[in-house]
Structures are given as C-alpha cells and as structure tokens.
C-alpha cells in the first residue's frame, strides 16, 4: 500500500473527528463536567431585575452607608440613623457559593440601628448577603461578598 498526502488528509480528518466526538461524549456525560444554574428559576429573577436597580438606587440616598463587620457574637451590619426597627420590616438571605445546604433566611430584625448574624449560622468562608427591606414605603436592597 502506497503511502500519500491524500491518504494522510484523510486520516487526519479522521483522527480530529474521532476526538471530537471523545470530547462532546465525555462532557456530557461524566458528572464532574455538569455544571447547573447558580440559582433556581435564573429567567424569573432576570425579569425582576430592574426592581432591584431601583431598590439599590434607593440605598444611594441614605445618609451614610451600611457597613458590616465580624464580631464574637457573629456578623454585624450597622444602618444609618434613619433606619430603625419600628418602620422597617424585610428579609436578611445568605447565600453560601460552595454549599446549598448552608444557605439560609432571617426576618430583618434591628437592634437600634443594628443588625447581627449569629456566629452559630455562618461557618468561615465566603458568604453573599441580601438585606432587602422597606422603610415608611421606600423598599432597599443591600447585595455584599463578605468573608466570614
């Protein structure tokens, strides 16, 4: 059998789809390679996201900022002045990135001008928190990274 470059374009056609279809079987099947959506119902929460633009703007025109720091007794967030507990009613949600079972809810319950995370909650590593909550008819949203 005679050796030529037609044979060898054949070949190598051949041998390029051959790893092609190894690589397509191979990520859709071994479970290492499944990566899903981050957060369920992804499209329902993209269509509420102009809300959260304006809840956040919202947050902009509050005298100061809100500042969060880690305490013995576990998270703390402080507010400005003007939010106290009596006009205020929301939900604290912190999202753990690397586990689901982590995650969890709390009513937005101030102390003061306050808000803590108990240190029995949280386990060290990075957590998201949302603080979404509405004073005297004004909703707000505060979305931060913090690393507990």
């Known amino acids: 059998m005679k050796w030529n470059w037609g044979k060898g374009l054949v070949v190598g056609m051949i041998s390029f789809m051959v790893f092609i279809l190894y690589l397509v079987i191979t990520m859709s099947t071994d479970k290492k390679y499944s990566h899903d959506l981050v957060t369920e119902e992804y499209y329902a929460k993209e269509m509420a996201y102009q809300e959260e633009i304006d809840q956040e703007t919202n947050l902009k025109t509050l005298s100061n900022q809100i500042i969060g720091k880690k305490t013995i007794e576990g998270w703390l967030i402080s507010f400005p002045e003007e939010i106290h507990q009596t006009n205020s009613k929301g939900t604290v949600f912190l999202y ?10 709390v009513p937005f319950v ?6 803590l995370i108990p240190d029995n909650r949280l386990v060290d590593g ?13 909703p707000y949203l505060y979305k931060k990274s913090i690393m507990y």
Do not use: A, H, Y
């Open 96 to 105: 753990r990135p690397s586990n689901q079972i982590l995650d969890f809810e």
């Open 110 to 115: 101030l102390s003061g001008s306050k808000l």
């Open 126 to 138: 990075r957590w998201n928190i949302t603080i979404q909550w509405e004073t005297e008819g004004v």
